[in-house]
């Protein structure tokens, strides 16, 4: 009995630490501070990650609707809110606070691009967009 108490605690405390939060998980100020992305497990695969948009400096057009993703390629996303918008996605661990080979969308240019991001030690977040050869870092940060 006192075997099976311990391997059933053992197997709580592994997957309990499966479970643990990564560093890159939060909630970010965009560099522009104009945006607050939530990065955390992708809906669909709990090991990569994904991030949304939950807070816009401005979060209603001229016309006092809620800000649409207006610049997107495809002409039937054009109509959805940029708030709750997947704007990073697909990121898989390259180690504790590093990810790699995820997309990062840019509702204000409409393309995508692909990304890393790593939690440098004081803190922020660098998130790093490429398009072939040409790549650009930003500098978020931490919210909570």
Not at 51 to 64: F, M, N, Q, S, Y
Not at 109 to 127: I, P, W
Request: charged residues 25%; aromatic residues 4%.
């Amino acid at each position: 009995m006192r075997r099976l108490l311990a391997t059933a605690a053992g197997l709580s405390l592994a997957a309990g630490a499966a479970h643990a939060t990564d560093p890159a998980e939060g909630v970010w100020l965009v560099e522009a501070k104009n945006a607050r992305v939530k990065i955390a497990p992708c809906p669909a695969s709990a090991a990569q990650l994904c991030g949304e948009i939950v807070w816009l400096d401005k979060p209603k057009g001229d016309d006092g609707q809620p800000r649409r993703d207006e610049n997107n390629p495809d002409p039937q996303q054009r109509a959805k809110p940029l708030m709750g918008l997947m704007m990073i996605r697909d990121f898989r661990q390259a180690g504790p606070g590093r990810w790699e080979g995820g997309k990062i969308y840019d509702p204000k240019a409409g393309k995508t691009y692909a990304s890393k991001m790593r939690v440098a030690t004081d803190g922020t977040l660098q998130v790093q967009g490429c398009v072939l050869m040409i790549c650009k870092a930003q500098t978020w940060t931490r919210v909570r």
